[in-house]
């Protein structure tokens, strides 16, 4: 297992940390993920061998919001 912090943007609300989690939580591969409103991060635990951190950026953005991986 790999994990992986985003910074994002757009979240608004509790209901936006759990559409977050919810999303990247039905991808392949992802077995935890944690997202905070207040703090505009997002925590992943996921299989590296099953997905890329780029898909999962993609899924939040496509959910709409913003991701970038933390550095």
Known sequence: MATLDLK????HCSSCSMLIEMTV?????VSHVKADYAKGT???EFDPSAIAPEEIVTAIVDAGYTAEIAA
Not at 25 to 29: E, I, N
């Open 42 to 44: 997002a925590h992943v």
């Open 25 to 29: 939580g039905d991808l392949a591969g």
């Open 8 to 11: 994002t943007g757009g979240m």
